[in-house]
Every structure is written in C-alpha cells, then in structure tokens.
C-alpha cells in the first residue's frame, strides 16, 4: 500500500512542479533561478541591499531605526519565502519548495495580494529592526503560514506610511543605482538622499478621511501625531492611486536575483549625482513626484519616470521652461512645435487672493501627461492623458472614457481671418470651449481650473486642496515667482526638423 501510495503521488508532484517552473519562468529565467538556488544557503545575503546609507532632506529627519529596517530586508525575505529546509535540500523536492517561495512573492496576482506581501515583509522587518509598526500578520486559525494562509491586520500612523513608502523607493533605488554613491554608515561616500513622499502620505490620509480635505493640508506634517490609516483603507488607496506600488517586492526579489548573476565587471554603473542634493528648487519634477508618478501609470512610461527618481531628471529631455524660454503661448510653441511624443507639464502656483474660494498665498502643483504631440487647432484632439495633483497631495485621474477632450492648443498664426466668434487662445485639458477643466491663457499669466462636474474626459476627483464648487479657480498675477510651468518629454521620441 505505502509503495502504491507513493507511486500515485509520484505524477502529481511533477505536475505540481511543472505549474511551479511555468509561474516562476513569467518572471525571471529558470537557468537564472536555478544558479541562484545552487546558493540558496546564501540567500538572506543574495536578498539583502549594497551597503549604503540614507538620508533625508532637511528639514525632515531619518527614523532612527531606519537603516536596521533596510539592513533587516534580505534576512526577512529570505526566513519568509525561502525557508533553510526546503533550500538545502538540492533535490527536487527543495527545488519545488524555491519555486514556491519565488512564486509567493514574484508571481502575477490580483491587485490586492501582492501589496498583503509587502505589508507582512514590512511588519516583519520592523520587528526584526526594532522599528513600530501598527500592521501584523494573523494567520489563519489552522496555521496556515502563506500569505493565502492568514492576513495583514493593524493600523498604519501617518510615520510609518512614510517609512513603507521610503522603504518601497530603496528597493526600486537598488536595482538601478547598485553602485550607488553611498557607503556603510561611517564608511566612504555620501548617504542617498531620500525623496520627499510627504504628499503621498497626505493622499493617503485624506483618501481615508483621515485627515480633512481643506485648507489645513498647508500645514499638516508627516512627523505630527495624527490619526493613521488602516490596512483595509490603504490598500484601497493603493489600488486607486498608485497601484505600482505592490510590485516593489516582486521587482526588488528579481533584481537582486539577477544582481547575484551579472558580472562586476560588465554591470554598467548609474550616476547618481542628482541624488546626492534636493532638487525640488531646481524642477517641478522633483524626485518624489517622479516616483509618485511612476507609480500611477500603468505603461512603458513607468520607467521613465521610475529612472527621474532615482537619478533626477536628466535636463536633455527638458522641452520648455517658462522660467528659461519665457512666458506666453508663442514662446511654448516655439519649444514644442513638431513634437510627436508623450510629454508632462507640470505647472505650480500660488492662487489669488480675488476670489473667496481659493486659499490664497497657499502654493499648489498640477500635472497634465499626454500621449499626444501638440497641434495648433481651435478643437479639443488627443487620444489619450491623464489629469494629476503633485502638491500638497498627490492625485492621479485617469480618462473616463465618456469623452475625448484631451487636449487643446490654440493660438494665433501669421495668416489671421476674420472669426464672427473666436475661439479662446491658450491651452486646455478636459471639459469643453469655454468651460475647460484646466485652462492656461495666451500670456501665461491667468490659468483656471474648473470643478470637475463640467469634465467627462477625466475622472472626478479635486485638482487643488478645499475645491468646492463649480467656480473657477487659481488666478495668477503675471510674475515668474507667481507660477512656474516645466514640460518634460519622452526622449525616444523624435524631435521636430530643424527649420
């Protein structure tokens, strides 16, 4: 009976095997994984980050147990999905028990599971660390110990939102900087500088009502005591908001995989001297923003953006500036003309005293990413875009799919006709002629935002904090220091003829 028994589980297990290697090879190679099971006594060190430390920009301060928490990521991973058992044992059945630590953490899931991984690695780390953490994973009451096998429960406070997502931008740091400008503390080299992710944790607040949408985001801040989220409420968050967020363990288990691999010697090596100051004042597209970014948009320009964070914006992909080129609709076209390619526009200002349903003196950034070049036309065209908020909170709005106002660009030529009703001179996004969502006059100098309700092409959801009504908002006075716009474009893409 046992040898019956025995043969007859003989097909399943090889079947279960194959179902393994078919998950795990959607990801990373199997001849790859198999050299790094080969080592597999070694993981926690495989896992683990280069030795680097961090720091944050003035005048936010690094949690002290911040570098115990990224020195205690690899040994985590590896106690979690990669148990010493299974990988000593080189036979097949360690090797279906690799293959199913990899799958756990780097196979495709729904949107939800992936980011319940990263949370228990967290919530394991920061008790390996000695760091607080309101999150904990409960198994289920059979002691089930995978992640399908229990749940993440807790609260997460507005730090340690803060420290998540610090945590998240290292591991995605690791894979494209590993010679990295940084040293082990006390050692050589610079510490990494950490980009600001104030105005993430500020969505993720007022998402879950836990912070009022209002005038008092100006003042809120990360390291005031204030209620958190819990795990129910960011997760739904993360979903709608920046759902690349729950690939950051997958991403950072494969990279160090194939960092174990690759050659020393023919690694090429990403500068990272952008990182190294903050250069929120230099660009509107600051680090932050680009990691934001990077995370909301589900196509190849995720890792464009992803790069931005990292390195910093490289300034060859700059198209124009309004502080550099000049103010006014001619100039920007001047820059922009013949462009075909995707592009961002960042514009920040500080909105108009004029009106009672702004805050005025209070400073506040919009966004606007299109697939589209830029035609001079008296109609809305564009196949694709997307709205955000970057400053104080961070917003992503994606299309509706109601309508197709993307985008509008119009102004003056040489060759003028007579127009019994003349269409508005400016740029716009959303809405429609004369009741824009966003709306940038000729002279760069006035620039209105509309509530949502007149908008089908973008999805609803506030631009600028406290926005309440159908009214317009921001009027600017003309100064440079009064609004700033930079547009950033996709270098792959060709640039206009030279004329």
């Not at 830029?374 to 400053?391: I, P, Q, R, V």
């Not at 740029?427 to 089908?456: M, P, Q, W, Y």
Request: net charge negative; hydrophobic share 40%.
């Amino acid at each position: 009976m046992g040898g019956s028994s025995s043969t007859a589980s003989a097909p399943a297990e090889a079947r279960e095997l194959r179902e393994q290697e078919a998950l795990a090879s959607a990801a990373l190679s199997l001849p790859l994984l198999r050299a790094v099971f080969s080592r597999s006594a070694d993981l926690a060190a495989t896992l683990s980050l280069p030795p680097t430390s961090f720091r944050s920009a003035p005048p936010l301060e690094t949690p002290a147990p911040f570098q115990d928490l990224l020195a205690s990521l690899g040994p985590t991973i590896a106690s979690l999905f990669f148990p010493r058992g299974a990988s000593e044992d080189a036979g097949a059945g360690g090797w279906l028990g690799f293959l199913k630590g990899f799958n756990s953490c780097c196979a495709r899931a729904r949107a939800s599971l992936p980011l319940a991984v990263l949370l228990r690695v967290y919530a394991a780390a920061c008790a390996a660390a000695g760091a607080p953490c309101g999150v904990q994973f409960r198994p289920d009451e059979d002691g089930g110990g995978d992640e399908e096998g229990g749940k993440v429960v807790g609260e997460l406070a507005p730090g340690e939102i803060a420290v998540l997502l610090s945590m998240c931008w290292v591991m995605a740091w690791s894979g494209l900087a590993p010679r990295a400008s940084g040293g082990e503390e006390g050692g050589k080299g610079e510490a990494v500088l950490l980009p600001d992710v104030s105005h993430l944790v500020l969505s993720a607040l007022v998402s879950a009502g836990a912070v009022a949408d209002d005038e008092g985001v100006w003042g809120w801040e990360v390291s005031g005591a204030g209620k958190g989220v819990s795990v129910q409420e960011f997760t739904s968050w993360v979903i709608s908001t920046v759902p690349g967020l729950g690939n950051c363990l997958s991403r950072y288990v494969q990279d160090r995989f194939r960092s174990s691999e690759s050659d020393p010697a023919k690694e090429s090596s990403v500068s990272t001297g952008n990182t190294t100051f903050d250069t929120c004042d230099a660009y509107l597209l600051t680090r932050g923003r680009a990691w934001s970014i990077s995370l909301s948009v589900r196509n190849t320009l995720s890792e464009k953006f992803l790069s931005a964070s990292v390195i910093g914006m490289d300034t060859g992909d700059l198209l124009y500036r309004s502080s550099l080129h000049g103010k006014g609709l001619s100039r920007f076209w001047s820059c922009v003309e013949g462009y075909k390619g995707p592009a961002l526009i960042l514009l920040s200002a500080f909105s108009n005293s004029g009106s009672e349903n702004v805050d005025a003196g209070r400073k506040w950034g919009i966004g606007v990413l299109t697939e589209d070049g830029f035609e001079n036309k008296d109609t809305f065209y564009g196949s694709s875009g997307f709205l955000c908020a970057t400053y104080p909170i961070f917003r992503m709005l994606l299309p509706s799919g109601k309508e197709k106002n993307i985008m509008y660009c119009h102004l003056h030529t040489q060759l003028k006709t007579y127009e019994a009703t003349p269409k508005p001179l400016g740029l716009a996004f959303g809405g429609s002629i004369g009741n824009e969502r966003i709306f940038i006059d000729e002279d760069f100098s006035k620039v209105t935002i509309r509530h949502h309700a007149v908008d089908k092409t973008y999805q609803h959801g506030s631009l600028i904090p406290n926005q309440i009504d159908l009214a317009a908002f921001g009027n600017w006075e003309d100064s440079p220091e009064k609004m700033m716009m930079d547009m950033v474009s996709d270098p792959n893409k060709a640039r206009r003829e030279e004329r």
